[in-house]
T-cell receptor, first 119, second 113 residues
Framework: AQTVTQSQPEMSVQEAETVTLSCTYD???????LFWYKQPPSRQMILVIR??????QNATENRFSVNFQKAAKSFSLKISDSQLGDAAMYFC????????????????FGQGTRLTINP | DSGVTQTPKHLITATGQRVTLRCSPR?????VYWYQQSLDQGLQFLIQ???????AKGNILERFSAQQFPDLHSELNLSSLELGDSALYFC????????????FGEGSRLTVL
Protein backbone atom coordinates (compact mmCIF):
# COMPACT_ATOMS: atom_id res chain seq x y z
CA ALA A 1 0.00 0.00 0.00
CA GLN A 2 1.12 3.50 -0.72
CA THR A 3 2.12 5.75 2.15
CA VAL A 4 2.79 9.46 2.37
CA THR A 5 4.99 11.00 5.05
CA GLN A 6 5.23 14.64 6.05
CA SER A 7 8.01 14.90 8.58
CA GLN A 8 7.36 18.50 9.62
CA PRO A 9 4.26 18.78 11.83
CA GLU A 10 4.70 22.57 12.05
CA MET A 11 6.58 25.21 10.15
CA SER A 12 6.71 28.98 10.45
CA VAL A 13 8.01 31.67 8.13
CA GLN A 14 8.22 35.43 8.05
CA GLU A 15 5.88 37.21 5.71
CA ALA A 16 7.46 37.70 2.26
CA GLU A 17 10.03 34.97 2.89
CA THR A 18 10.26 31.55 1.23
CA VAL A 19 9.39 28.26 2.90
CA THR A 20 9.68 24.66 1.78
CA LEU A 21 7.43 21.87 3.03
CA SER A 22 8.69 18.31 2.75
CA CYS A 23 6.89 15.18 1.61
CA THR A 24 8.08 11.67 0.86
CA TYR A 25 6.04 8.77 -0.38
CA ASP A 26 6.38 5.07 -0.86
CA UNK A 27 5.04 3.25 -3.92
CA UNK A 28 5.95 0.52 -6.33
CA UNK A 29 3.94 2.10 -9.13
CA UNK A 30 5.45 4.09 -11.98
CA UNK A 31 2.40 6.12 -12.97
CA UNK A 32 0.71 8.30 -10.38
CA UNK A 33 -0.22 11.81 -9.36
CA LEU A 34 1.02 13.89 -6.47
CA PHE A 35 -0.81 16.83 -4.95
CA TRP A 36 -0.54 19.50 -2.35
CA TYR A 37 -3.80 20.53 -0.73
CA LYS A 38 -4.27 23.48 1.59
CA GLN A 39 -6.71 23.48 4.48
CA PRO A 40 -7.22 26.96 5.97
CA PRO A 41 -9.13 27.54 9.21
CA SER A 42 -12.36 27.31 7.22
CA ARG A 43 -11.47 23.56 6.86
CA GLN A 44 -12.13 23.61 3.11
CA MET A 45 -9.68 21.41 1.18
CA ILE A 46 -8.18 23.49 -1.61
CA LEU A 47 -5.96 22.10 -4.33
CA VAL A 48 -2.70 24.03 -4.48
CA ILE A 49 -0.70 22.19 -7.11
CA ARG A 50 -0.51 18.85 -8.89
CA UNK A 51 2.28 16.84 -10.50
CA UNK A 52 2.03 13.94 -12.89
CA UNK A 53 4.75 11.38 -12.26
CA UNK A 54 5.54 10.96 -15.95
CA UNK A 55 6.40 14.64 -16.27
CA UNK A 56 9.98 15.52 -15.44
CA GLN A 57 9.28 19.22 -15.30
CA ASN A 58 8.35 20.51 -11.87
CA ALA A 59 4.89 22.04 -11.61
CA THR A 60 4.48 25.71 -10.72
CA GLU A 61 1.41 27.78 -9.88
CA ASN A 62 2.24 31.42 -9.29
CA ARG A 63 4.10 31.57 -5.95
CA PHE A 64 3.85 27.81 -5.44
CA SER A 65 6.28 25.34 -6.97
CA VAL A 66 7.33 21.78 -6.33
CA ASN A 67 10.58 19.88 -6.37
CA PHE A 68 9.66 16.42 -7.63
CA GLN A 69 12.40 13.82 -7.26
CA LYS A 70 10.90 10.58 -8.58
CA ALA A 71 13.85 8.33 -7.81
CA ALA A 72 14.06 9.64 -4.27
CA LYS A 73 10.24 9.58 -3.94
CA SER A 74 10.28 13.12 -2.70
CA PHE A 75 7.78 15.88 -3.43
CA SER A 76 8.42 19.16 -1.64
CA LEU A 77 6.38 22.36 -1.90
CA LYS A 78 8.04 25.76 -2.06
CA ILE A 79 6.03 28.85 -1.25
CA SER A 80 7.69 32.08 -2.32
CA ASP A 81 6.85 35.55 -1.02
CA SER A 82 4.75 34.08 1.78
CA GLN A 83 1.53 35.91 2.55
CA LEU A 84 -0.66 35.92 5.63
CA GLY A 85 -3.34 34.12 3.65
CA ASP A 86 -0.99 31.18 3.13
CA ALA A 87 -1.36 30.21 6.79
CA ALA A 88 -3.03 26.81 6.77
CA MET A 89 -2.55 23.10 7.14
CA TYR A 90 -0.86 21.67 4.05
CA PHE A 91 -1.40 18.07 3.02
CA CYS A 92 0.65 16.12 0.55
CA UNK A 93 -1.34 13.43 -1.27
CA UNK A 94 -0.72 10.53 -3.63
CA UNK A 95 -3.07 8.98 -6.15
CA UNK A 96 -2.58 6.04 -8.49
CA UNK A 97 -3.07 6.88 -12.15
CA UNK A 98 -4.92 3.62 -12.75
CA UNK A 99 -5.97 4.50 -16.26
CA UNK A 100 -9.19 2.69 -17.09
CA UNK A 101 -9.57 1.19 -13.64
CA UNK A 102 -11.59 3.08 -11.14
CA UNK A 103 -10.95 0.86 -8.18
CA UNK A 104 -7.77 2.21 -6.68
CA UNK A 105 -7.84 5.91 -7.24
CA UNK A 106 -8.34 7.18 -3.76
CA UNK A 107 -6.09 9.92 -2.47
CA UNK A 108 -3.65 8.86 0.23
CA PHE A 109 -2.80 11.79 2.47
CA GLY A 110 0.12 12.61 4.68
CA GLN A 111 -0.50 13.80 8.23
CA GLY A 112 -0.11 17.45 7.30
CA THR A 113 2.16 20.39 8.08
CA ARG A 114 0.74 23.38 9.89
CA LEU A 115 2.21 26.54 8.37
CA THR A 116 2.25 29.78 10.35
CA ILE A 117 3.07 33.10 8.72
CA ASN A 118 4.64 35.68 11.02
CA PRO A 119 3.91 39.30 10.09
CA ASP B 1 -16.52 26.89 -4.92
CA SER B 2 -15.48 23.33 -5.83
CA GLY B 3 -18.90 22.37 -7.17
CA VAL B 4 -19.27 19.57 -4.60
CA THR B 5 -22.18 20.13 -2.23
CA GLN B 6 -22.45 18.55 1.19
CA THR B 7 -25.33 18.72 3.64
CA PRO B 8 -25.71 19.31 6.47
CA LYS B 9 -22.73 21.53 7.27
CA HIS B 10 -23.09 20.96 10.99
CA LEU B 11 -24.82 18.23 12.94
CA ILE B 12 -25.04 17.62 16.66
CA THR B 13 -26.48 14.38 17.93
CA ALA B 14 -26.32 11.95 20.82
CA THR B 15 -24.56 8.64 21.26
CA GLY B 16 -26.45 5.70 19.85
CA GLN B 17 -28.19 7.77 17.21
CA ARG B 18 -28.05 7.47 13.43
CA VAL B 19 -27.33 10.23 10.92
CA THR B 20 -27.14 10.55 7.16
CA LEU B 21 -24.72 12.82 5.36
CA ARG B 22 -25.43 13.78 1.79
CA CYS B 23 -23.14 14.68 -1.08
CA SER B 24 -23.80 15.97 -4.59
CA PRO B 25 -20.72 15.65 -6.82
CA ARG B 26 -19.60 18.11 -9.45
CA UNK B 27 -21.59 17.97 -12.65
CA UNK B 28 -20.16 15.21 -14.81
CA UNK B 29 -18.13 13.53 -12.07
CA UNK B 30 -18.84 9.83 -11.71
CA UNK B 31 -16.65 9.03 -8.70
CA VAL B 32 -17.51 9.97 -5.14
CA TYR B 33 -15.19 9.52 -2.19
CA TRP B 34 -15.82 9.84 1.53
CA TYR B 35 -13.11 10.86 3.97
CA GLN B 36 -13.09 11.30 7.74
CA GLN B 37 -10.96 13.91 9.47
CA SER B 38 -10.79 13.77 13.24
CA LEU B 39 -9.52 16.75 15.23
CA ASP B 40 -6.05 17.80 14.06
CA GLN B 41 -5.65 14.60 12.11
CA GLY B 42 -5.09 13.77 8.50
CA LEU B 43 -7.81 12.57 6.20
CA GLN B 44 -8.75 8.91 6.40
CA PHE B 45 -10.29 7.33 3.34
CA LEU B 46 -13.58 5.61 4.01
CA ILE B 47 -15.10 4.49 0.73
CA GLN B 48 -15.33 5.22 -2.99
CA UNK B 49 -18.19 4.81 -5.44
CA UNK B 50 -18.02 4.99 -9.20
CA UNK B 51 -21.20 5.34 -11.22
CA UNK B 52 -23.27 3.68 -8.53
CA UNK B 53 -20.91 0.85 -7.67
CA UNK B 54 -18.62 0.51 -4.69
CA UNK B 55 -15.02 0.52 -5.93
CA ALA B 56 -12.74 0.83 -2.96
CA LYS B 57 -13.07 0.53 0.77
CA GLY B 58 -10.81 1.99 3.40
CA ASN B 59 -11.03 2.04 7.16
CA ILE B 60 -14.81 2.23 7.27
CA LEU B 61 -16.49 0.86 10.36
CA GLU B 62 -19.25 -1.71 10.04
CA ARG B 63 -21.57 0.81 11.69
CA PHE B 64 -21.06 3.04 8.67
CA SER B 65 -22.47 2.46 5.22
CA ALA B 66 -22.74 4.42 2.02
CA GLN B 67 -24.37 4.31 -1.35
CA GLN B 68 -24.41 6.22 -4.61
CA PHE B 69 -27.73 6.74 -6.32
CA PRO B 70 -28.58 6.77 -10.05
CA ASP B 71 -28.42 10.58 -10.08
CA LEU B 72 -24.85 10.16 -8.71
CA HIS B 73 -25.44 11.80 -5.36
CA SER B 74 -24.14 9.83 -2.42
CA GLU B 75 -25.13 9.31 1.18
CA LEU B 76 -23.00 8.22 4.12
CA ASN B 77 -24.98 6.60 6.93
CA LEU B 78 -23.49 6.53 10.41
CA SER B 79 -25.29 4.46 13.03
CA SER B 80 -24.91 3.58 16.71
CA LEU B 81 -22.86 6.73 17.02
CA GLU B 82 -20.06 6.95 19.55
CA LEU B 83 -18.19 9.94 20.92
CA GLY B 84 -15.21 9.01 18.80
CA ASP B 85 -17.23 9.41 15.62
CA SER B 86 -17.16 13.16 16.09
CA ALA B 87 -15.24 14.43 13.08
CA LEU B 88 -15.36 16.35 9.84
CA TYR B 89 -16.65 14.18 7.04
CA PHE B 90 -15.61 15.17 3.56
CA CYS B 91 -17.06 14.15 0.27
CA UNK B 92 -14.98 14.52 -2.86
CA UNK B 93 -15.60 13.81 -6.51
CA UNK B 94 -13.60 13.28 -9.64
CA UNK B 95 -14.17 12.51 -13.28
CA UNK B 96 -11.78 9.61 -13.07
CA UNK B 97 -8.13 8.98 -13.80
CA UNK B 98 -7.87 11.52 -16.58
CA UNK B 99 -7.43 14.60 -14.45
CA UNK B 100 -6.19 13.09 -11.23
CA UNK B 101 -7.33 15.56 -8.63
CA UNK B 102 -10.27 15.23 -6.31
CA UNK B 103 -12.54 18.16 -5.63
CA PHE B 104 -13.73 18.43 -2.06
CA GLY B 105 -16.93 19.69 -0.55
CA GLU B 106 -16.89 21.92 2.51
CA GLY B 107 -17.43 18.97 4.81
CA SER B 108 -20.06 17.99 7.34
CA ARG B 109 -19.02 18.53 10.93
CA LEU B 110 -20.52 15.87 13.16
CA THR B 111 -20.51 16.30 16.91
CA VAL B 112 -21.64 13.35 19.03
CA LEU B 113 -22.49 14.23 22.64
Amino acid sequence: AQTVTQSQPEMSVQEAETVTLSCTYDTSESDYYLFWYKQPPSRQMILVIRQEAYKQQNATENRFSVNFQKAAKSFSLKISDSQLGDAAMYFCAYRSAGIGFQGAQKLVFGQGTRLTINP
Amino acid sequence: DSGVTQTPKHLITATGQRVTLRCSPRSGDLSVYWYQQSLDQGLQFLIQYYNGEERAKGNILERFSAQQFPDLHSELNLSSLELGDSALYFCASSVGAATGELFFGEGSRLTVL
